[in-house]
């Protein structure tokens, strides 16, 4: 079985500046539990969770519209390719102690 048969699409996606309140909107709009987050040119610079945002407003103790999702995100992101088979894409997240 190959990624692109279990991965969602089409990718929903979000830039650093935009606010936490955003990523929870798109989050509970899409049933998603995480968010690829992408610069002005298209290219993954990180990854946003739910559980990012659960702790980046315990930690800043700040309304979520105020906070950057670029505060909170996970970096470096690393990634496979919708043909690679699941056994590859399972010793990624394995190696990188990825959940998501």
Known sequence: MDVG???TAPVQTLEPADSLSCAVKLMRDHALGCVPIVDGNAQLVGVLTDRDVSLAAYEYGE????LRIADSMHKPVW???ADDTIETAARLMREHRVRR
């Open 5 to 7: 048969e279990i991965m």
């Open 63 to 66: 309304a979520l519209w105020k």
């Open 79 to 81: 990634t496979c390719r």
